[in-house]
């Protein structure tokens, strides 16, 4: 009877389950999947939870929006990668040295168009230059917000350059304007600035990666879901219920981190042979290696070919008889899985890339 990997249980109804989320790609007919080892409450659990997070709310998520749809010429031919819901955005922050300082500028994922959203600047520090930015819609519906920021600029309520509204439209601006009201205050009424802006032109952003407990998880679920794929053929069907790797699973399905332990290590090195910062493999390529020092089980995950998350998956020493060294490089733009060999460090087999940029 199937048993679930994750909350080890039996007897429920189970779904197909990705090594690697479907909302990064899939690579043909050898994508990896779990077949009868996640039942379907723990699937949907981890769709809506950690990999919605891993998609769309993570330095991943922009990678994904970057990578995916672009067409890069591959084997003498370019190719098209479509895999974004038409509704997905991100949110980044602009960087210019001017009043424009932490605005909003919100991008299609699908589209890949980018514009400043309706919204709101106050420059909370008179002596500053600097405003701090809010979306109008978010804004206007938190009045107790609205009464907070209200309270901190009286000191300075005759300065007319305290607000900054950016409107995409003159009748926006009016709207915005009139809607800017808490009590018998009137957000508005030492005049203030108005920018109708374009999304047009090049501006700075600002970027901050903030790699959270739900991203971290995300990606031991996708070391766990390795390791379940190649387990059964190397240490039998029954190794990946071991009481060995509970805590792993329990730090993956409930975020519980009962032993204190540091399940993942982050770093930006490379990780295949002959790569270095001046020389990248494409970044259409999620990279997979497991292997042991006899005692541990490591596997690392490069997704996009970006930073390395080094997942340990037992936390106390684990004799392990047999090797389980491998790795592969899965491809979503030639929809191909490619071998990864140990070489000082995983180097790739059989495939064909094009010469990265130097």
């Known amino acids: 009877m199937p048993k679930c990997i994750y909350c080890l249980e039996s007897g429920k ?8 989320p479907k909302s990064l790609g899939t690579f043909g007919p050898k994508t ?41 010429p591959i084997y003498g031919k370019s190719k098209q990668s479509k895999w974004l819901n038409s509704n997905e955005y991100m949110d980044i922050r602009c960087s210019s040295d001017d009043y424009r300082r932490n605005a909003i500028i919100r991008i299609d994922t699908a ?26 819609k978010t804004l206007k519906k938190n009045k107790k917000l609205l009464k907070d920021i209200a309270d901190k600029i009286k000191p300075f309520k005759n300065d007319s350059k305290r607000i900054i509204l950016i409107a995409q439209s003159p009748s926006e601006y009016k709207e915005m304007s009139k809607k800017l ?26 970027i901050r990666m903030n790699i959270n407990e739900i991203i971290l ?9 390795y390791f379940a794929s190649i387990a059964p ?22 975020g519980i981190n009962t032993q204190g332990a ?8 490379s990780m295949l042979y002959g790569e270095s910062k001046l020389h990248k493999y494409p970044n259409y390529l999620h990279n997979i ?3 042991s020092d006899g005692f541990y089980i490591i596997v690392q995950v490069k997704l996009f070919n970006s930073i390395i998350y080094k997942v340990r998956l037992n936390n106390k020493p684990l004799k392990i008889g047999v090797s389980i060294s491998a790795g592969e490089a899965f491809d979503f733009f030639n929809k191909k899985v490619h071998i990864l060999l140990p070489k000082k460090s995983f180097d790739l087999k059989g495939i064909i890339l094009p010469k990265p940029k130097l």
């Open 13 to 20: 109804q189970f779904d197909k389950e990705h090594v690697i």
């Open 32 to 72: 990896p999947t779990l077949t009868d080892l996640v039942c379907h409450e723990c699937n949907q659990y981890f769709a809506n939870t950690l990999e919605r997070t891993l998609a769309r709310d993570s330095y991943l998520a922009m990678l994904r929006a970057a990578v995916v749809g672009q067409t890069v």
């Open 111 to 136: 589209t890949k168009k980018a514009d400043f959203i309706s919204q709101v600047g106050f420059r909370l520090d008179k002596n500053s230059m600097y405003y701090e930015y809010y979306d109008f």
């Open 181 to 206: 009201y808490i009590g018998d205050i009137k957000l508005m009424q030492s005049g203030g600035q108005s920018f109708l802006l374009s999304p047009k032109g090049i501006v700075q952003v600002i």
């Open 217 to 225: 998880r995300a990606i031991a679920k996708i070391a766990f879901n």
């Open 233 to 254: 053929k190397r240490l039998g069907s029954n190794y990946i219920y071991r009481n060995d790797f509970d805590d792993i699973r329990r730090y993956v399905r409930e």
């Open 262 to 269: 540091r399940f993942i290590e982050v770093s930006n090195n």
């Open 289 to 291: 290696t497991i292997d």
